[in-house]
């Protein structure tokens, strides 16, 4: 079927016949590079049944963040074209991937715990704080190696690194045994370490601020392309996923400002456009709240100050529109930044 539909340039026959061979041999190296190709062709040609179905087939074999992207994705528009029996596929698959706890997980936003098994590792399994800045430290590098020179600096700065190797050395064979305490897998499985780097590795250890980024991205870019169920969707589990700043209790560490700033500044993006999606659709005090957390991550952002001033004149809302203008005012005035006009023209539809 593959090869005769493609002699006969069937586009939507080649899609399917993709997914008829993921299909009849998932064990197969290939398979989840024809599911990929099915997705590809049944996007391009502008099919959502054909699209929600692949990018399910695609979701299931993928598991992890990147497969329940794909299910929401998959959810969404299956849903909106009435294919209730594939959309209810897609919300049992959904299901299950929130059901699979990682092995081993940390939570970064807001607060830092280590997971496993969806059980917080207490502080006592520890033994060591250093172990946990390694860690810190490690995370905040998002899965790129980085020289133990430079670890070692973070962990103690100022000392002399070559009376450190030892020091390290013990703090990592620490930390690989409280993620790893029963010794089920090698060494290298969680920490990689190798010519005198290390590396954490992403594929083992699950962190929440790599699925937020990775979702927000995920929606910011449907939303971009005009899929706004589909955008919606993913926008709205990212914002409810930034618990808070990254490693709040670090904030004055340099290696964690970077990381900080990026989760910060694509959280201030997702409110901002779920927000403007909210006063589009005429929901203006549910656009008022989405604009007070922009606010609330970037007090001086100058058009989400004068976008709630003006969700909330079209609320009704008069005395808090005069009030967020005053505090908008004095933001600016703080900048050395005039001020725009009490806003008269509508909030956004």
């Known amino acids: 079927a593959l090869t005769a539909a493609g002699e006969r340039r069937d586009r939507p026959g080649l899609a399917e016949a993709l997914?008829?061979?993921?299909?009849?041999?998932?064990?197969?190296?290939?398979?989840?590079?024809?599911?990929?190709?099915?997705?590809?062709?049944?996007r391009a040609l502008g099919s959502p049944?054909?699209?929600?179905?692949?990018?399910?087939?695609?979701?299931?074999?993928?598991?992890?963040?990147?497969?329940?992207?794909?299910?929401?994705?998959?959810?969404?528009?299956?849903r909106a074209i009435g294919a209730r029996a594939h959309a209810a596929a897609a919300e049992r698959l959904l299901a299950d991937l929130d059901g699979q706890?990682?092995?081993?997980?940390?939570?970064?936003?807001?607060?830092?715990?280590?997971l496993r098994s969806g059980v917080a590792v207490p502080l006592s399994d520890w033994q060591s704080r250093k172990a946990r800045d390694l860690l810190k430290i490690l995370v905040a590098r998002r899965g790129r190696p980085t020289p133990r020179?430079?670890?070692?600096?973070?962990?103690?700065?100022?000392?002399?690194?070559?009376?450190?190797?030892?020091?390290?050395?013990?703090?990592?064979?620490?930390?690989?045994?409280?993620l790893d305490p029963g010794r089920a897998h090698p060494a290298e499985h969680y920490i990689a370490a190798e010519d005198g780097l290390l590396r954490l590795e992403l594929a083992t250890v699950a962190v929440d601020v790599e699925a937020f980024l990775a979702t927000a991205a995920a929606g910011l870019q449907r939303l971009a392309a005009g899929d706004r169920p589909a955008a919606l969707t993913l926008l709205a589990r990212a914002e409810h996923a930034y618990a808070g700043d990254f490693l709040e209790e670090?904030?004055?560490?340099?290696?964690?400002?970077?990381?900080?700033?990026?989760?910060?500044?694509?959280?201030?993006?997702?409110?901002?456009?779920?927000?403007?999606?909210?006063?589009?659709?005429?929901?203006?005090?549910?656009?008022a709240r989405l604009y007070r957390r922009v606010l609330e991550r970037d007090p001086y952002d100058e058009p989400a100050h004068l976008a709630l001033v003006r969700c909330l004149r079209g609320a009704g809302r008069h005395g808090e529109a005069r009030r967020r203008h005053a505090a908008y005012v004095a933001a600016?005035?703080?900048?050395?930044?005039?001020?725009?006009?009490f806003p008269t023209r509508p909030a956004p539809r």
């Open 49 to 78: 049944l054909g699209l929600g179905r692949a990018e399910l087939a695609l979701a299931g074999r993928t598991g992890g963040l990147d497969g329940r992207i794909l299910a929401e994705e998959a959810a969404t528009a299956l």
């Open 149 to 178: 020179e430079t670890v070692m600096a973070a962990l103690w700065p100022g000392e002399d690194p070559e009376r450190l190797a030892g020091r390290l050395s013990v703090q990592l064979s620490t930390l690989r045994t409280v």
């Open 332 to 341: 600016m005035g703080d900048l050395g930044l005039e001020a725009a006009p």
């Open 101 to 114: 706890a990682p092995a081993v997980a940390v939570q970064s936003l807001g607060g830092f715990r280590l």
């Open 250 to 287: 670090d904030a004055g560490q340099h290696w964690s400002a970077a990381v900080r700033e990026e989760a910060r500044t694509t959280a201030v993006d997702v409110a901002r456009a779920l927000a403007g999606e909210r006063a589009r659709a005429g929901d203006l005090d549910g656009a």
């Open 19 to 42: 997914e008829l061979r993921a299909a009849a041999r998932p064990d197969a190296p290939q398979a989840t590079a024809w599911l990929e190709e099915a997705v590809a062709l049944w």
